[in-house]
């Protein structure tokens, strides 16, 4: 299983749909918000299969806008690598 970080920038108009959209999409708990803060943008880190399963998370209406980064971990000895590539 891959890890995904997912970021879902809107609009301070239109913060108060899109939080009501994740609700209903049942997701609301899955994600961070920088809302109150200034940034309104959800932040989800998740497993999934691939990039479009990971894009589930996000209710329709706003995955246009979202994006689906795919993470990895280094190890000391995976970093040695890319420095003998170099």
Known sequence: MNRYLIE???DRADCLHI???FVAHGH???F????EFGNCTGYAMLEAENEEQALYAVPA???????VIKLSRFTPEKI???HEEV
Not at 32 to 35: A, D, F, S
Not at 61 to 67: E, F, P
């Open 80 to 82: 040695q690598e890319f």
């Open 32 to 35: 961070e918000w920088g809302c």
């Open 8 to 10: 879902t920038p809107h």
């Open 61 to 67: 209406i706003l995955r246009g806008r979202a994006k």
């Open 28 to 30: 609301i708990t899955h």
């Open 19 to 21: 939080l009501d959209q």
